[in-house]
């Protein structure tokens, strides 16, 4: 990912994963990278498992790996592509960019498209938005449920374990006031 689609905290994360490879490993990136290129497998995830099983390489410094040796088939560094091939229904664009508009006019925030979510960061993530079936979108908070009767625990969905809350919203009417306070609450805590 380009440092504009990362946090200063996640720009320095990088950059300690990325550092301590050679020093942990005994290869450098560029040995690491003719090693993913040679790698029979052709998917991200058979990938990282075939990374893990046959190096030892975890999924941090293998996504790492990966993604300086298939970024442009990852398509990470084009994120509008991303968002775009994600957002494709018109419901849950529509949702999408009415919890954007809200997400980004709050301070310092910084935006990531993902394959499956599209997410937003201040120090850390405390927002992140996925399509649902049927032109709705799920979004989750870096808060508590019990923070609003809107909210329910999302313990089950793997995006993030900082985003501890969520709801479904089924139409751009739906992210209000009260969704734009608790998106503040959330970017607060992050």
């Known amino acids: 990912m380009a440092p504009s689609n990362l946090t200063l905290r996640q720009q320095k994360w990088f950059a300690t994963v990325r550092a301590g490879l050679e020093r942990d490993t005994g290869r450098s990136m560029a040995e690491w990278v003719i090693i993913a290129r040679a790698c029979p497998e052709t998917t991200p995830r058979a990938r990282l498992k075939w990374f893990k099983e046959t190096h030892g390489l975890l999924q941090n410094r293998a996504s790492m790996v990966l993604a300086e040796a298939f970024g442009a088939e990852m398509r990470w560094e084009d994120p509008q592509a991303l968002t775009d091939r994600l957002w494709s229904d ?28 599209s997410a937003w960061s201040h120090r850390v993530q405390f927002a992140a938005l996925r399509p649902v079936r049927g032109g709705a979108a799920r979004l989750g908070l870096g808060l508590m449920a019990k923070v609003s009767t809107r909210l329910a625990s999302t313990a089950r969905e793997s995006w993030s374990e900082r985003l501890k809350a969520g709801l479904t919203i089924a139409s751009p009417d739906e992210v209000d006031a009260e969704l734009q306070a608790l998106l503040r609450l959330a970017w607060e805590g992050a």
């Open 90 to 117: 018109p419901g849950s664009r529509a949702i999408f960019e009415a919890v954007r508009l809200q997400a980004l006019a709050l301070p310092a925030v910084v935006e990531t498209a993902r394959k499956g979510y």
